[in-house]
T-cell receptor, first 116, second 113 residues
Framework: EAGVTQFPSHSVIEKGQTVTLRCDPI?????LYWYRRVMGKEIKFLLH????????ESGMPNNRFLAERTGGTYSTLKVQPAELEDSGVYFC??????????????FGSGTRLTVV | LAKTTQPISMDSYEGQEVNITCSHN???????ITWYQQFPSQGPRFIIQ???TKVTNEVASLFIPADRKSSTLSLPRVSLSDTAVYYC??????????????FGRGTQLTVWP
């Protein structure tokens, strides 16, 4: 079974530019999550999709961040325009069900975003 | 959501048993205790989950006392490859639609030869 795939693995952009991160969850997982860790901080929740619907987007930092999951398969997270404080590692995870799935959440390896 | 407290770091030698204790004094009745492991440049990886008493799988054991205010992750005979950050999380029962996980700082385990 393929794991959660994230693309790109690294991205370096200039302040003000736009970047789009992509996440392919495990096939059949309706629940998809985005998390972020900025330098020296804890991993923080951004949002949760159930299929194509946003179940919880309370962790999104501001309106420069836009997440989509058209068709309930892969998801994209767009940052426009990027600011220096957006630098960090963005993780995507998927699960069969939210909360206490017996197999936990499967995380991707993350996208390291550097805004210069 | 229940806050967790765990050691910032621990050191061990290869072949030893490592026990990492986590405090979660405000755990709710429907909360489970879940542990994740994270290697550098990778996302967190689910290790084990339990509600009470003891849970064991091929990777680790999880001990949860009756009051559930703490839990201990036990790694038998660690190797160098077990060097990682270990996170203790309290997660609501799957009946909830809330799927967010709260990660603390975790415990950096370093295994020496």
């Amino acid at each position: 079974e393929a794991g959660v795939t994230q693309f790109p693995s690294h991205s370096v952009i200039e302040k003000g530019q736009t970047v789009t991160l992509r996440c392919d969850p495990i096939s059949g997982h309706d629940n998809l999550y985005w998390y972020r860790r900025v330098m020296g901080k804890e991993i923080k929740f951004l949002l949760h999709f159930v299929k194509e619907s946003k179940q919880d987007e309370s962790g999104m930092p501001n309106n420069r961040f836009l997440a989509e999951r058209t068709g309930g398969t892969y998801s994209t997270l767009k940052v426009q325009p990027a600011e220096l404080e957006d630098s960090g590692v963005y993780f995507c995870a998927s699960s069969h069900r939210p909360g206490t799935d017996n197999y936990g959440y499967t995380f991707g390896s993350g996208t390291r975003l550097t805004v210069v | 959501l229940a806050k967790t407290t765990q050691p910032i770091s621990m050191d061990s030698y290869e072949g030893q048993e490592v026990n990492i204790t986590c405090s979660h004094n405000n755990i709710a009745t429907n909360d489970y205790i879940t542990w994740y492991q994270q290697f550098p440049s990778q996302g967190p990886r689910f290790i084990i989950q339990g509600y009470k008493t003891k849970v064991t799988n091929e990777v680790a054991s999880l001990f949860i006392p009756a009051d559930r205010k703490s839990s201990t992750l036990s790694l038998p005979r660690v190797s160098l490859s077990d060097t990682a950050v270990y996170y203790c999380l309290v997660v609501p029962d799957g009946g909830s639609t809330l799927g967010r996980l709260y990660f603390g700082r975790g415990t950096q385990l370093t295994v020496w030869p």
